[in-house]
């Protein structure tokens, strides 16, 4: 497994208000390999009051609730799940909590997160950041679902994905941590063959280039680190509106 990961300000923001999270860990014995990752992406809300303290809540509290089940050698997906499904509601509960304890009215981060064991991954997600999991002949295996109001248009047909691209309500969200008192993550599981290159990234890279663009690069033949600064390059230079965050796992 080769892993890289990058975030930059953009052009246009004072900070960078994302986080990012990636732990590994390996065993080998008995002639046997048992490889793990961890890999998390928050990206703080702009529109809100530290966003970058939100972010920070996120990835450190997914760190504590996913260490012990990355180094452990008798874990199974039941346990994985809980444990995801566990660390998103326990950083909803401490930024919410953040919040009120220091009066602020609106504080909030998405967050996509991968927890890859075997050839199985599981994958969860609040918010518009997004994992894209994409085979080795570039077509995108699996997708996060945004929760923003423009992803609800284009679910009811109302618009179509490239109209939804441009739409000035895109970063709507309809879900997001640190909000409201209880959250839901939608949490999926899926088999990892080999060769697949697995993305996660805020909506200021893949906002800023289209899918067949992501594809491309993805499957480029360089390390996940180089991939990692091509895609976010090529987004700065699009775009660079927004904060630009990308973690890459090539399988």
């Keep these: 497994m080769d892993i890289g990961y990058l975030t930059l300000r953009g052009k246009v923001r004072e900070k960078d208000e994302d986080s990012l999270l990636v732990l ?27 966003g970058e303290v939100a972010s920070r809540i996120a990835v450190t509290t997914f760190r504590n609730n996913l260490l012990p089940l990355l180094v452990s050698e008798a874990v199974d ?41 075997g050839k199985r991954a599981l994958i969860g997600n609040v918010g518009d950041s ?9 077509r995108v295996k699996f997708r996060t679902r945004d929760h923003s109001y423009v992803q609800e248009l284009i679910l009811s047909g109302e618009i179509s994905e490239d109209e939804g691209r441009n739409d000035p309500r895109r970063n709507q969200l309809t879900r997001a941590l640190g909000i409201e008192r209880t959250i839901f993550a939608d949490i999926s599981s899926m088999e990892v063959g ?43 230079e699009n775009d660079g509106s927004d904060n630009i965050s990308i973690i890459v796992l090539k399988i």
């Design 194 to 236: 080999g060769g697949e290159t697995i993305l996660l990234c805020c909506d200021g890279l893949w906002g800023a280039l289209s899918e067949s663009e992501l594809r491309k690069q993805a499957i480029r033949g360089e390390s996940a680190q180089e991939t990692a600064k091509i895609l976010a390059d090529e987004a700065n």
């Design 130 to 138: 997004r994992t894209y999991v994409i085979d080795p002949e570039g």
């Design 24 to 50: 590994s860990s390996a065993f080998a014995y008995e002639g046997k390999e048992d490889e793990k990752a961890v890999a998390v992406l928050a990206d703080g809300m702009g529109g809100g009051e530290l």
């Design 77 to 117: 997906g039941n346990m994985i799940r809980t444990g995801m499904t566990d660390a998103f509601e326990r950083t909803n509960a401490e930024i919410f909590s953040y919040s009120k304890n220091h009066q602020l009215s609106f504080m909030g981060t998405t967050a996509t997160a991968l927890f890859l064991y």
